[in-house]
């Protein structure tokens, strides 16, 4: 059942674009070793090429293209600024960008999937990766505790969800594997290949 405003009744949610007090988390993974000192998947100091958020993200380079172009997910660290600069995208941007695949997959209409993301950026993109998003189609649903998914599935709301943890540890275990650049030098960083590691396990053995 729902209420007049169109959300569940006793959902402790909110539909996207309706304001929300959460703190602000951020969570930050490896890339290379243990001992490496460059910059982590997740790391404000790290940004990816359209190639490479392609690749994490499971999409083409053309929706890339036409998402950036109207504005649905825009390159944060650096935009294309005319031919020949290479847009780069924050770890967050592929989180997202992987987040609208999943939401067309499913169904669900661009112009709602638009006001999602605005929501999102105008928030910060702040709990992220501890979110729940839902939707009946229609609306997208932010949940941020399992609670408030009991509360919107129980209110008839809810037809499917994604767990955004799921998501960003996704892209993380991706982007770990490809290249990223350096903001503030453009220097490359090659990600780390598990083909590569055994490889060089074998020949350390060999020795």
Not at 7 to 30: C, D, I, K, Q
Not at 148 to 162: P, T
Request: charged residues 25%; neutral net charge; hydrophobic residues 35%.
């Amino acid at each position: 059942m729902s209420s007049g405003d169109g959300t569940a009744e006793g959902f402790r949610g909110h539909a996207l674009g309706e304001p929300g007090p959460y703190p602000l988390h951020s969570r930050v993974g490896g890339l290379g070793t243990d001992t490496d000192t460059r910059p982590a998947v997740g790391s404000d100091a790290v940004g990816y090429r359209g190639p490479t958020a392609c690749a994490a993200a499971g999409i083409t380079y053309r929706q890339l293209d036409y998402w950036a172009r109207t504005g649905l997910v825009e390159p944060s660290v650096r935009p294309a600024y005319g031919s020949g600069t290479q847009r780069l995208y924050s770890f967050r941007d592929v989180v997202v960008l992987k987040i609208v695949k999943r939401f067309l997959d499913t169904g669900v209409a661009l112009q709602n999937i638009r006001a999602a993301v605005q929501h999102l950026r105008a928030r910060g993109f702040r709990d992220l990766e501890r979110m729940t998003l839902m939707s009946d189609g229609a609306t997208v649903y932010e949940c941020a505790s399992p609670d408030e998914v009991v509360d919107l599935l129980q209110g008839g709301q809810g037809v499917f969800g994604i767990a955004v943890g799921v998501v960003w540890r996704d892209v993380e275990a991706a982007l770990s594997q490809l290249h990223g650049e350096r903001v503030d030098t453009g220097e490359t960083l090659v990600g780390h290949n598990p083909a590569d590691e055994l490889a060089r396990r074998r020949r350390d053995k060999a020795v």
